[in-house]
């Protein structure tokens, strides 16, 4: 009994001991691969999708675990950097900028080493259509083609389609989620939301705040929030721009502070600054009047994507 409870807990050692050396092996690869590129050459993952799917063995699931934590840090690392050296923007609205050319692959691998992953899928319907469209489609069709059942990764496909204004595309796959076993009635709605309305305000509204209550990521959840807001402060806007141009039919100029037209923004439900009486926007940052008094605009100090 004894020798079989020593052998038993000899392999289980071996087995990890060996998850860690491919985990360290791939590591030292990369970095001995990136060592080796040229300064002006892309960076590359190293072991792509079936290597390291052949050299995890039996532990793939483990293995997607580690390339979707490494996904992560990427990106972290990425948005550290470039924040280091952008001090002046206080808000990161175009991930494009941040030249994630890795993280498709690493992506790719961890699907690869576990196709039922969700994780992946979603992150990549959040942040591969900010630089790569293709790459995005490309591995939420991966997604639908080995989990043909789940319709969560019909909903990030429709989403990357709508995003792209390809509303016929968008109302399509929708469609076709809402006809899967356990798809929520709003998926059916949404297709027929996207093919009536396109990319109306309210359309994006329901469908970020959908994303947001089937999300269980931190990061995506945060990046949904800002978009909701961002939809809210476009109707706040618009309002704000209606008071300012009555303002300057009336008076024949446009307004020199925001207390001069504070009684008719109070009458437009809008949250003004005790203080200044500027309207408040959606994150409680104080917008700001542009075009010397004619038009508002989102502070860039703002919790708001400017863009």
């Known amino acids: 009994m004894k020798r079989n409870h020593r052998l038993e807990a000899l392999l289980s050692l071996l087995i990890l001991l060996g998850f860690l050396g491919i985990v360290c092996l791939s590591r030292l690869m990369d970095a001995r691969h990136r060592d080796d590129l040229p300064a002006s050459s892309e960076e590359q993952l190293f072991l792509q999708g079936a290597t390291a799917k052949r050299l995890s063995l039996a532990f793939n699931g483990l ?11 990427y990106v972290g690392g990425k948005v550290v950097k470039y924040q280091d050296t952008h001090p002046e923007q206080a808000q990161l ?5 941040l030249d994630l050319r890795l993280l498709p692959s690493l992506l790719r691998v961890a699907t690869t080493l576990d196709p ?9 319907a959040m942040i591969l259509p900010t630089f790569s469209r293709a790459e995005a489609i490309s591995l939420l069709g991966y997604g639908i083609e080995q989990n043909p059942s789940a319709w969560r990764l019909y909903q990030h496909l429709g989403y990357i389609y709508w995003q792209s204004h390809d509303y016929s595309k968008a109302s399509e796959t929708y469609g076709a989620g809402a006809k899967l076993p356990g798809a929520p009635r709003w998926m059916a709605e949404m297709s027929a939301r996207t093919a009536a309305e396109g990319g109306s305000r309210q359309a994006a509204r329901e469908m970020y705040q959908h ?13 949904l929030e800002r978009r909701l807001m961002q939809v809210d402060s476009f109707d706040e806007r618009d309002r704000i721009r209606r008071a300012l141009g009555n303002y300057a039919a009336r008076f024949g100029r446009c307004a020199g502070s925001w207390r001069e037209v504070a009684a008719q923004l109070q009458t437009l439900q809008l949250h003004l600054d005790p203080v200044t009486s500027a309207p408040l926007d959606p994150s409680g940052a104080p917008y700001v009047l542009s075009k ?10 703002s919790r708001v994507p400017y863009r």
């Open 116 to 124: 039922q992953f969700m994780a992946p899928y979603e992150y990549a």
């Open 63 to 73: 293995a997607a675990d580690w390339y979707w934590m490494r996904s992560l840090q």
């Open 93 to 97: 609205d175009d991930l494009g900028a």
């Open 292 to 301: 010397n008094g004619c038009d508002v605009d989102v502070d860039l100090h």
């Open 211 to 223: 994303l947001l209550e089937e999300s269980n990521d931190d990061q995506v959840k945060q990046l």
